[in-house]
């Protein structure tokens, strides 16, 4: 069977990355690459930097990864849905509710394989984590909470962290704990003079009424990505920058010592780091949206996935906006 010919338009921060796994990627040759702004990060490979979409198209390609700054999302999937080419998007999947619904619904009346690169799923911590809750080991889960800082990304400039680094969060969650967001309240905040809001806290409830909190900001000047899950038997802690994954247990054992018995707490028991494999997620990303191009089984991030977090990512800017939560 002819190895899959797959097309890269956007040659940014991120694309230069999608480029590398490409490249490598088993079964699959990148034949034809796309920025009208050119190849500043050197990562063509000897291939001709295409000047857009029509010329990529015009290689012949089987699917494309669309790596070019979110307000040009829609345009650039619709146009490859138009030529019958499956797409894999990277996050957001569009910079509004309705331009994302659009770009969905042209990929499936198309019955065209279309994905979102929400990262943060392939993340080895993440998918262990995913796996042991499926399999009860913490219960009932009562919470998630996740903490996403950093400086500011000088490659960002059309956005604020809601719209480029919540979403990471509100999926990741939605995936974890496997259900929907029903309400969703925000508050964000504008620290360093530009345009758009470079903090925000999100909370809101899931239908199967887990609690969620999501801190994002660019304004930290340390960086952290953690994913906290409390539940009946303790808490699990992910942190998608090192990809471990730590259980701390509830006790079983009473604390008898007085003096110090109200400092730890009662409940504080064993504490497990688990050795997991730690595959580069951008590869494990890239295997999947090929393995569903080929009709194969993948769990790859549908379009329709995608934009329910942007529906979610819409609701927290518009209860920033007016002070009300919003209900799903």
Do not use: C
């Not at 996403?148 to 680094?165: E, T, Y």
């Not at 952290?224 to 539940?231: A, D, I, N, S």
Request: aromatic share 6%.
């Amino acid at each position: 069977m002819a190895n899959l010919r797959a097309g890269l338009i956007g040659l940014g921060s991120m694309g230069r990355h999608h480029a590398r796994v490409l490249r490598g990627l088993e079964g699959v040759d990148l034949v034809g690459v796309a920025d009208p702004g050119g190849d500043v990060h050197n990562v063509s490979g000897g291939l001709d930097v295409l000047p857009g979409i029509r010329e990529l198209i015009a290689v012949g390609v089987d699917y494309v990864t669309i790596a070019v700054p979110t307000s040009f999302h829609e345009e650039v999937a619709l146009a490859f849905a138009e030529a019958g080419v499956h797409a894999l998007v990277e996050k957001p999947l569009g910079p509004d509710v309705e331009s994302a619904e659009r770009i969905a619904e042209a990929f499936e009346s198309a019955g065209l394989i279309g994905g979102v690169g929400h990262i943060e799923r392939y993340n080895p911590a993440v998918q262990s984590l995913r796996s042991r809750l499926e399999a009860g080991d913490l219960g009932d889960i009562y919470q998630i909470a996740t903490r996403r800082q950093g400086p500011f990304p000088a490659r960002i400039a059309d956005v604020g962290v809601v719209r480029d680094l919540a979403p990471h969060d509100i999926d990741l969650a939605a995936w974890v704990t496997q259900s929907i967001y029903a309400i969703v309240s925000a508050q964000v905040a504008h620290r360093s003079g530009r345009e758009h809001e470079d903090l925000v806290s999100i909370t809101g409830r899931f239908a199967n009424d887990v609690v969620a909190n999501h801190l994002v900001n660019w304004l930290s000047p340390m960086k952290e990505r953690l994913t906290v899950v409390t539940g009946e038997r303790g808490t699990f802690v992910a942190d998608t920058l090192t990809a471990d994954l730590t259980f701390f247990a509830n006790g079983t054992v009473a604390t008898t010592w007085d003096a110090i018995a109200g400092f730890r707490g009662v409940s504080e028991g064993d504490v497990v780091r688990f050795a997991i494999p730690k595959p580069e997620p951008l590869q494990k990303e890239h295997e999947a949206f090929r393995d569903a191009v080929l009709g194969k089984e993948s769990g790859f991030v549908t379009m329709r996935e995608g934009l329910a977090t942007v529906r979610v990512v819409g609701a927290a800017l518009e209860s920033a906006r007016t002070g009300v939560s919003v209900t799903l």
